[in-house]
Every structure is written in C-alpha cells, then in structure tokens.
Nanobody, 123 residues
Framework: QVQLVESGGGLVQAGGSLRLTCVFS????????MSWFRQAPGKEREFVGS????????RYTDSVKGRFTISRDNARDTVYLQMTNLRPEDTAVYYC????????????????WGQGTQVTVSS
C-alpha cells in the first residue's frame, strides 16, 4: 500500500517562498508519477503540477508557471514543490498524489493521496 506524507507548509508573507516535501513509501517510487494539488476553502481541488517517473518532464497549471517548480529525488523517495513569489491566492491545503501512469489534472484518476499540508500566504 502506497503512503504519502507531506510536510513544509506554513505561514509566509506575499512574495515569500516555501518548499513542500512529500515522502513516498510502500512501493517502488520510480514506478510512480507524482503530482501536487491544492484546495482552498470553499473551492474544488485544483491541479498544481506533476512530474514524470524520472523527473525529466513536468507540467504546471498556468497560474503557477514560472513561480513553482516540482522535482523528485528517486534515491530518497521524495517529491518537492518549490514555491516562490507566493501570492495570497496560493493559500490552500496542498496535497501530493500519485498513480503509476497518469500525471494530468483529473484528480479522480489518482490512486493515492497524502493528508495535506496547509500553506497560508498573508498580504
């Protein structure tokens, strides 16, 4: 059974940076693609970005392009979300998610989810 544990959330001022970490366990990490989603209060869960098995290919939602970077370390079974130039509208609970093949934006196609980590950006 795959387990995902996020960490790194917190309170930051607008323009600041945070790095989220998601540790994967239970299977061979390199067999899974990894994605980040977020959910703000009263809103639907939103795709943030994803990374393929090797880390060579990434994709992002338009609102975070140029500000957020996803990377992975297959030796540490870990995926990262580096967030820079944060804005108040980035405030949300951030989740990592995974499945063996799909790394698009449809959340229902993901098999495993972490518990989430809160990111709050103050203006």
């Amino acid at each position: 059974q795959v387990q995902l544990v996020e960490s790194g959330g917190g309170l930051v001022q607008a323009g600041g940076s945070l790095r989220l970490t998601c540790v994967f366990s239970g299977r061979d990490f390199s067999d899974y693609v990894m994605s980040w989603f977020r959910q703000a209060p009263g809103k639907e869960r939103e795709f943030v970005g994803s990374v393929d098995w090797s880390g060579d290919k990434t994709r992002y939602t338009d609102s975070v392009k140029g500000r957020f970077t996803i990377s992975r370390d297959n030796a540490r079974d870990t995926v990262y979300l580096q967030m820079t130039n944060l804005r108040p509208e980035d405030t949300a609970v951030y989740y990592c998610a995974t499945n063996p093949y799909y790394y698009g934006s449809e959340s229902q196609r993901y098999d495993y989810w972490g518990q989430g980590t809160q990111v709050t950006v103050s203006s």
